[in-house]
């Protein structure tokens, strides 16, 4: 019996569709317009000619607590505060252009926030200073307040960036930052992902390339990634547009895939019942590389913050190029857990600064 005969079975919620047209994009992005560190090459059309250049189909720019002004000055030369302001709109070269923000305290921890469906309205400012007063949970909360979709960003790595755990309540979390690839400051947040998840909250894993510096090109420089490195596709009915909106709605549904221009890994089909699971995956690696299937048991106990593994491997295989591998049907225990998630990970610890990874959003499917 298919997947999604079972789902209309048996009544369950489930975010597993397959097919669709998959569409490619970068939700962290400054420009300098509003951020201050952009070395004032990276302008709006600059970052959309990039774009198109990388395959990109949508960008969300993120400026620092930029759009309608918060950011002080008293240790910026030329205060930018004057971040782009427009509704979302394709450029010339058909890369659709987000304005979002990324509200940036200090020892807080960043929330990148993707605007509603017509972009910001509101009149207000992010509000990210003074020091010490605005924490993650009030960051996130004023993303709320502006109907803007939140992210945790770069929850771990860098101290003065690093999440505070005053709230999980966020909508995504950007499991996956640019700064020097994959990462050990990616494999805490992979884990506190996976620490949301076990919980019960819908968060929807992102990877997003934090550039500054849209001339930069791949594979980038520690803290210096090119635009696009990684990036977050999601999957699109053939019959919709590309517009905002409908990016919007596919991401918060967390059918997703996280890779570089040249890695991919995705479900394009599975059945399931109690006792088994059988998938089929299809994906791309530039060199030797591993796929796995990944199981997240249910915990409640878990502390995101400790950004220990939950995972367990139900499944590996070994591939290199483009592959489409049948898992056969894998018997196991029912165990109350249906969270999967697939991974393609270097046959042996990456280094920062290689690549070769991708990450599929959660495989969420009825309960065994
Ligand atoms: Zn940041
Ligand atoms: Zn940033």
């Given at each position: 019996?298919?997947?999604?005969?079972?789902?209309?079975?048996?009544?369950?919620?489930?975010?597993?569709?397959?097919?669709?047209?998959?569409?490619?994009?970068?939700?962290?992005?400054?420009?300098?317009?509003?951020?201050?560190?952009?070395?004032?090459?990276?302008f709006?059309?600059?970052?959309?000619?990039?774009?198109?250049?990388?395959?990109?189909?949508?960008?969300?720019?993120?400026?620092?607590?930029?759009?309608?002004?918060?950011?002080?000055c008293?240790?910026?030369?030329d205060?930018?505060?004057?971040?782009?302001?427009?509704?979302?709109?394709?450029?010339?070269?058909?890369v659709?252009?987000?304005?979002?923000?990324?509200?940036?305290?200090?020892?807080?921890g960043?929330?990148?926030?993707?605007?509603?469906?017509?972009?910001?309205?509101?009149?207000?400012?992010?509000?990210?200073?003074?020091?010490?007063?605005?924490?993650?949970h009030?960051?996130?909360?004023?993303?709320?307040?502006?109907?803007?979709?939140?992210?945790?960003?770069?929850?771990?790595?860098?101290?003065?960036?690093?999440?505070?755990?005053?709230?999980?309540a966020?909508?995504?979390?950007?499991?996956?930052?640019?700064?020097?690839?994959w990462?050990?400051?990616?494999?805490?947040?992979?884990?506190?992902?996976?620490?949301?998840?076990a919980?019960?909250?819908?968060?929807v894993?992102?990877?997003a390339?934090?550039?500054?510096?849209?001339?930069?090109?791949?594979?980038?420089?520690?803290?210096?990634?090119?635009?696009?490195?990684?990036?977050?596709?999601?999957?699109?009915?053939?019959d919709?547009?590309p517009?905002w909106?409908?990016?919007?709605?596919?991401?918060?549904?967390?059918?997703?895939v996280?890779?570089?221009?040249?890695?991919?890994?995705?479900?394009?089909?599975?059945s399931w019942?109690?006792?088994?699971?059988?998938?089929?995956?299809?994906?791309?690696?530039?060199?030797?590389?591993?796929?796995?299937?990944?199981?997240i048991?249910r915990?409640?106990?878990?502390?995101?913050?400790?950004?220990?593994?939950?995972?367990?491997?139900?499944?590996?295989?070994?591939?290199?190029?483009s592959?489409?591998?049948?898992?056969e049907?894998?018997?196991?225990?029912?165990?109350?857990?249906?969270?999967?998630?697939?991974?393609?990970?270097?046959?042996?610890?990456?280094?920062?600064?290689?690549?070769?990874v991708?990450?599929?959003?959660?495989?969420?499917?009825?309960?065994?």
């Amino acid at each position: 019996m298919v997947a999604v005969a079972m789902i209309g079975t048996l009544g369950c919620t489930s975010n597993l569709e397959f097919g669709g047209t998959w569409i490619s994009g970068d939700v962290h992005v400054h420009s300098s317009t509003g951020s201050n560190d952009t070395d004032g090459i990276s302008f709006e059309p600059d970052i959309a000619a990039a774009a198109a250049g990388a395959g990109l189909g949508f960008v969300v720019l993120t400026d620092h607590s930029n759009a309608t002004g918060s950011m002080h000055c008293e240790d910026v030369e030329d205060c930018p505060n004057l971040g782009p302001e427009f509704p979302a709109e394709p450029s010339d070269d058909g890369v659709m252009l987000v304005v979002g923000n990324e509200t940036s305290p200090l020892n807080a921890g960043h929330v990148g926030c993707l605007p509603p469906d017509g972009g910001f309205t509101f009149d207000g400012a992010f509000i990210d200073r003074p020091d010490g007063d605005v924490t993650a949970h009030d960051a996130v909360q004023q993303c709320r307040d502006a109907g803007g979709w939140s992210v945790a960003n770069h929850p771990f790595g860098v101290a003065w960036l690093d999440w505070d755990w005053t709230t999980t309540a966020y909508d995504a979390m950007e499991v996956w930052n640019g700064g020097w690839r994959w990462d050990g400051g990616d494999v805490d947040a992979l884990a506190a992902w996976e620490c949301n998840v076990a919980q019960g909250l819908h968060v929807v894993p992102v990877a997003a390339s934090d550039n500054h510096r849209v001339g930069i090109v791949p594979p980038g420089e520690a803290l210096d990634p090119p635009l696009g490195q990684p990036r977050t596709s999601v999957a699109l009915h053939e019959d919709v547009a590309p517009t905002w909106p409908a990016i919007r709605r596919a991401l918060q549904t967390g059918r997703v895939v996280l890779h570089e221009a040249d890695t991919w890994v995705e479900a394009s089909e599975g059945s399931w019942a109690p006792k088994w699971e059988r998938w089929t995956i299809v994906g791309e690696s530039p060199g030797p590389a591993v796929v796995e299937l990944r199981s997240i048991p249910r915990a409640q106990d878990c502390d995101p913050a400790a950004a220990e593994p939950l995972s367990e491997v139900l499944w590996s295989a070994d591939v290199d190029g483009s592959f489409t591998l049948d898992t056969e049907r894998i018997d196991h225990e029912p165990d109350g857990s249906r969270l999967r998630y697939l991974a393609l990970v270097p046959p042996t610890w990456s280094e920062p600064g290689e690549g070769g990874v991708a990450l599929t959003g959660l495989l969420e499917t009825p309960p065994g």
